[in-house]
Antibody, heavy 120, light 108 residues
Framework: QVLLVQSGAEVKMPGASVKLSCRAS????????LHWVRQASGQGLEWMGT????????RYAQKFQDRVTMTRDTSASAAYMEMSSLRPEDTALYYC?????????????WGKGTTVIVSS | EIVLTQSPGTLSLSPGERATLSCRAS???????LAWYQQKPGQAPRLLIY???SRPTGIPDRFSGSGSGTDFTLSISRLEPEDFAVYLC?????????FGQGTEVEVK
């Protein structure tokens, strides 16, 4: 069974950083890109970026280019997303999602999401 | 970036009825790279359709997708009780991939 297990909820002060994890199981971790997508309360889904677990290369949405870093640990079959300079508007549910087998940017498996609350 | 507009916002139907959901793009979606997802409260999205009309393994055939260019449709032939949910479209033909705001299919 293919699973993406995400880390627990985070509460951060404005200006802080957060690092979320996403552990994959049930498939070859390096075979599919991993993506991060967020959903603010009452808002739509927003693609943040992706990492190629095999090469470690990344691609970020322009909006997050300066604040997000995606990394991976192939020995742990895990991907990480670190966001800096957090703002209250970053309060959202953050999903990791597996990209399609052929590298297209649609998502066939999703984690349950990690809630991030940014508040003073 | 491509903006996806879904309509209607809410669709009120009874079990057994047919549902037809629309997703319109602000510009042509390259190679019809359009996906549909189902999302239930408190759950992550579930992939229903990719490539505008292809179903992943395990998705019931009452779900079908059609369309091309800027106009796409998700049809549910006969609504089952578990089909009442929010449906989202997503384009992946150009970067960044973008999502529609969703159509809620509710019990009439």
């Amino acid at each position: 069974q293919v699973l993406l297990v995400q880390s627990g909820a985070e509460v951060k002060m404005p200006g802080a950083s957060v690092k979320l994890s996403c552990r994959a199981s049930g498939y070859t971790f390096t075979s599919n890109y991993l993506h991060w997508v967020r959903q603010a309360s009452g808002q739509g889904l927003e693609w943040m970026g992706t990492i190629n677990p095999s090469a470690g290369t990344t691609r970020y949405a322009q909006k997050f280019q300066d604040r997000v870093t995606m990394t991976r640990d192939t020995s742990a079959s895990a991907a990480y997303m670190e966001m800096s300079s957090l703002r209250p508007e970053d309060t959202a549910l953050y999903y990791c999602a597996r990209g399609s087998k052929w590298g297209y940017y649609y998502f066939d498996v999703w984690g349950k999401g990690t809630t991030v609350i940014v508040s003073s | 970036e491509i903006v996806l507009t879904q309509s209607p916002g809410t669709l009120s139907l009874s079990p057994g009825e047919r549902a037809t959901l629309s997703c319109r793009a602000s510009q042509s979606v390259s190679s019809n790279y359009l996906a549909w997802y189902q999302q239930k409260p408190g759950q992550a999205p579930r992939l229903l359709i990719y490539g505008a009309s292809s179903r992943p393994t395990g998705i019931p055939d009452r779900f079908s997708g059609s369309g091309s260019g800027t106009d796409f449709t998700l049809s549910i032939s006969r609504l089952e009780p578990e089909d009442f949910a929010v449906y989202l479209c997503q384009q992946y033909g150009s970067s960044p991939p973008t999502f529609g705001q969703g159509t809620e299919v509710e019990v009439k």
